[in-house]
């Protein structure tokens, strides 16, 4: 365990282990204050220099905050605008009103509350079996040496390269005529497009985890292998808990990314009953743009917060898992 | 050195995963320890037969269902992929039954498989669909063309006998029951199955009323389902020249013809004014002069004409190579914004003395949790030109086309996605300047450097060499970029040179969907197929270019 968790921090962008470097242009300024940077003194404080030093910055950082979530404070304040229309969604925050949350659930052509839920199990379903699946993956290229294993790794990386979304017209004729042997997996069913989704379960997640699998020492599997563990209960009992952070990373970018995808639901999930987030609410902002636009916001807000909350929390682990590839 | 240690064990241990091993090769030592030892291997032996049935029952579902798909395609004559399906499932089974060389596959093979269908197969079957002319009225055989023709345009004999019919039911599927006029006997179909003699069927005197297996609707279900029961069309025998029964009550059916005749023998079509329509090479039957043609066509290969089309049409080759020089700007564009935004905030946070840092950090990076296909979506709110915040509160009710003028719509595009992209920016550069090693800093800057000097000559070298890969990802991913495009302006405003759905902010991408998919106008999938394999090629041979160059960089340094 200890091992795992040295090796989180080592990838962690570690916010406040790591700022001692002085850096930034201005930074070399004053070398003297290299040295003494850990201990705020503020003797001699003047203006001119604070602002040159730092201040400068703090003013960056508010141009930069406003631009960044001013569009978020937007959708929110009309979300709670009872005017309805994006006209009326100008006044920020003039009035506050629940009822465009209780619209949006009373809607049958628009069965807000069957997207979420069918956003939610596709978007699970697909996280976890993309997890699993990778990890048996990154379990066998990390841990077995065996001929192909070096083109394999290659060849994940290469494929990868490709956006599954380009060969949406043949997944969509795919999908068809496996609807005509399986009905349960043709157009219109989740469980076929959760399928699709797993095609792209190698690729870069088994590179994240291979990595980190790899930081595992050999001498545990060994260990437990001495004690008479068989492969699969090293991998299920041992591997899979001390690898558990990068399995929350790859978890949760690949929910993110399957419940952000239109281009393959959209094709796939005709009917609105079955459709997600991403697909209804577009089909519902296109067609009534201006006059949806309150309700579609309360919708944004909805649909956007559970997944800004799980990225909040879990930032530390999720910048970790982004730069891993960058900083070594 | 590890790696070796595992396959010498590997080697010690054939049985590797056969079930519960009683310990026999071990040299014998303390007899505490053996016994112990001989505890633990029967536990773990428990689990290894739990494991073992788990192994069983997933395996035995797989050929079960293996089994029934061989079975129904087999109805559907679907021989190539019975080959596949019988292939795969028998490397499955191969794989999971047998024992230790082949351990690295059974930990493999479930991604694999998936990769293999979903991602390698559909890119190659991208590739075949370019070459075929696979579209809306040309998506089936020949023959299924034939038969549909001659099911259009039907009009009712005028001596056409009564037939009395039932409407029964089996699965969802509704079927037509009825007697034949002349010799009483029972007969049953459906579109697309011509009638066929059922045998047991009740008879309520002259009329079957139910055959054995099927479910006869009463009158109120009859009524709910009215438009499937009178858009029933059931071929008469086999020949599509025979006509069809057509029900407008669901209690008689009279025989509808297509005017439309098929001779076989010259493969040609006759309509009632004597108009022959022959097969014209391109996957139609058309008059000789070309004037008119036959709806449906069926699919046939092509070659490279979709190719040729896309560069050569004058519908289409004008637009298309403004879409791509659109893209490749659009896709650098967007790396050089959100690298010199997330780089510029990463240096300016990246102070030790900042106050708030954290704060600050987690508030920028907020554009990045928040939905994609969202923030599109949100943006073409705040940029609409009448009633959108921008134009409204921060122009003064000015009507500034943001996402109606081409090149302010591809302004709009870039600035929105440097709204999206920079947070990722940010959190790389943040982390990477942090893995920066201090000393390299510190000499340049006792030599008396400038801190901009500092930072060109130093940092943004080190930096690029971690940071190069990320941004050819980057470049690929904006390449591709659909979201952004789609949701904010869906590619418009449109071209006015063509009539197809191709406008100024449009990306390959979202190109190949409304081709393919596109609402009015027909369904290309061929064209759309070509088009997504020159995206292929074109994304490939970037990437590989760059990636050696990054090499060389790394190299240098």
Redesign the interface.
Known sequence: MSAAGSVTEGTTVGADAATQAPSGPSGGRAPASASSSRSPRRAGFRFGRWFGETGWRHLVAIVMVVFAVFPLLYVLSASLNPAGSLVGSNDLFQTVNVQNYIALFQNPDQPFGLWFVNTLVIGTVTAVATVFLGALAAYAFSRMRFSGRRIGLLSLMLIQMFPQFLAVVAIFLLLSALGDVFPVLGLGSQLGLIMVYLGGALGVNTYLMYGFFNTVPMSIDEAAKIDGASHAQIFFGIILRLVAPILAVVGLLSFIATTGEYVIASIVLTDPNTQTLAVGLYLFVSQQFSNNWSIFSAGAVLAALPVMVVFLLLQKYIVGGLTAGSVK | M??D???T??AA?PE??AVASV?QRRPRGNRNRDTR?TQ??VI?GG??IG?LIAKIVLLGLLDAIAVW?VF??AG?S?WI?ISIVVVITGAINWIYLGRG?R??AK??T???I??L???????L??GY?AFTN?SDGHNGSKADAIASISANGLKRIPNSPAYPVNIVERGSQLYLLTTDPKDGAALLGTTGHPLEVVKNATFDGDKAVKAPGYRTLNLSEVLTRQDEVTSLSVPVSSDPNKGALRTDDASTAYVFKSDLIYSQKDDTFTNASGTVFVDNGHGEFATKDGSKALSPGWKIDVGFANFARAFTDPQLAGPLWRVILWTFAFAILSVLTTFGLGLF?A????????????V????????????????G??????M?P????IN??LFGGAQIPWLTDPWLARFSVTFVNL?LGY??MF??C???????P?EV??AA?VDGA???R??RSI?LPLLLV??A??LIASF??NF?N??VI??LT?GWPRFTDTTLDIGSTDLL?TM??KI??GQGGVRD?GL??AL?IL??IL??VI?IIAFRRTKALEEIN
């Open positions: 590890a790696d240690d595992v396959s064990l590997e241990r590797e995963d310990p030892r633990s291997r773990a689990s290894g494991g798909a129904v395609m559907l679907m992929p060389k351990l690295p930990y493999l479930p991604g694999v998936f990769l269908v979903f991602q390698v197969f559909v890119v079957y991208s669909i696979y905030l240096m300016v946070l990246n102070h030790p003395k900042l106050r708030g840092k954290k600050y950090r987690v508030l920028v990076i907020l554009p990045y949790a928040f939905p994609a296909f969202l923030s979506l949100v943006w073409a709110g705040l609409n009448e009633f959108g915040f409204q509160v709204w947070p990722y959190l790389v943040t982390g990477a300047l942090q893995s920066l201090e800093d510190e800057r400038s801190p901009w500092v930072f940092k971690s940071v890969p990320l690929a991913f591709n659909f979201n789609y949701m869906r991408i190949v969907y393919a998919f999938y759309a197929s997504s995206i292929f994304v490939a990437s």
